[in-house]
């Protein structure tokens, strides 16, 4: 049974802070980790994906993975109001390279 | 405007009803899939399909069932033999399965309620 284990949350940090979600996999075989935004009552929108060990940036995003340690971690600089959201990480693995998804975390930036 | 769209947006069944789910994408993907996401859990794999005409069973797919006549359209028929049905459906598509740059996208979601 593969598994992806995030921290539930929720988690607050002050506007202009950085935050960091964390989501570690079970399956020592996945290739390719994906992290999506899910505002409340809507679909999830992804903001990053990453498929080799190190960092990715993109914008305010950093995307960090480490698949020794079976870690992959998100990191939003410069928060906002509007990123709070329950950021899912979802990681694909198989040959169809099917995604599992954690429960997400939950995140809210207060101003 | 390329994108996937799902219809309705909120549903009621009453039990014992069999009720269709609509999926489109004009994304020109090759694969969709069906999940299922309930209050404060991640999302869960129905169905899935990679070519028109062929479809495979995800985690949780009893009391499901899907069909890929077109390309385009990938609907999912929630069965009474689903003892639990009322959640958020959520369809999604990518280029195709099997890539490691598998970016699945996601519709905006059904929510079913049964009565």
């Known amino acids: 049974q593969k598994e992806v284990e995030q921290n539930s949350g929720p988690l607050s940090v002050p506007e202009g802070a950085i935050a960091s979600l964390n989501c570690t996999y079970s399956?020592?075989?996945?290739?390719?980790f994906f992290w999506y935004r899910q505002y409340s009552g809507k679909s999830p929108e992804l903001i990053m994906s990453?498929?080799?060990?190190g960092d990715k940036e993109d914008g305010r995003f950093t995307a960090q993975l480490n698949k020794a340690s079976q870690y992959v971690s998100l990191l939003i600089r410069d928060s906002q109001p509007s990123d709070s959201a329950t950021y899912l990480c979802?990681?694909?693995?198989?040959?169809?390279?099917?995604?599992?998804f954690g429960s997400g975390t939950q995140l809210t930036v207060l101003p | 405007d390329g994108g996937i769209t799902q219809s309705p947006k909120y549903l009621f069944r009453k039990e014992g009803q069999n009720v269709t789910l609509s999926c489109e994408q004009n994304l020109n993907h090759d694969a969709m899939y069906w999940y299922r996401q309930d209050p404060g859990q991640g999302l869960r794999l129905i169905y899935y399909s990679q070519i028109v005409n062929d479809f495979q069973k995800g985690d949780i797919a009893e009391g499901y069932s899907v069909s890929r006549e077109k390309k385009e359209s990938f609907p999912l028929t929630v069965t009474s033999a689903q003892k639990n049905p009322t959640a958020f459906y959520l369809c999604?598509?990518?280029?195709?399965?099997?890539?490691?740059?598998?970016?699945?996208?996601f519709g905006p979601g059904t929510r079913l309620t049964v009565l």
């Open positions: 990453i498929y080799s060990n």
């Open positions: 979802a990681v694909a693995s198989g040959s169809a390279r099917q995604l599992t």
């Open positions: 399956d020592r075989g996945s290739q390719s």
């Open positions: 999604a598509s990518s280029v195709r399965q099997g890539r490691t740059d598998n970016e699945q996208f």
